[in-house]
């Protein structure tokens, strides 16, 4: 079993940064693609930004040129840098991976606990 671990988020305020970490822990896995999803109130989950085991990555229009995802697969952690925070930003952001153990080849999904991330205006 594989599990996710978050860190990183808090309040702060607009136009100010905040680096995202997700550290994924467990035996024998192997992850492929990690990503950010967040969660505002009264809204749906909704994609952010995500990244493939090779560093192939893809955001959402509205974070475009503003966030960064990255990855260290040595460590099997994957990052979220964001700058220029606007309060649309405020949610509780999830980190995602597919992974699979190394004697199947079906990836599952895990998801971590969630981080709530405030940008006051």
């Known amino acids: 079993q594989v599990q996710l671990v978050e860190s990183g988020g808090g309040l702060v305020q607009a136009g100010g940064s905040l680096r995202l970490s997700c550290a994924a822990s467990?035996?024998?896995?192997?992850?492929?693609?990690m990503g950010w999803y967040r969660q505002a109130p009264g809204k749906q989950r909704e994609l952010v930004a995500r990244i493939t085991m090779g560093g192939s990555t893809n955001y959402a229009d509205s974070v475009k040129g503003r966030f960064t995802i990255s990855r260290d697969n040595a460590k099997n952690t994957v990052y979220l840098q964001m700058n220029s925070l606007e309060p649309e930003d405020t949610a509780v952001y999830y980190c995602n991976a597919d992974w699979r153990t190394i004697t199947d080849y079906r990836y599952l999904e895990v998801w971590g606990q969630g981080t709530l991330i405030t940008v006051s205006s």
């Open positions: 467990g035996s024998a896995f192997v992850i492929n693609t």
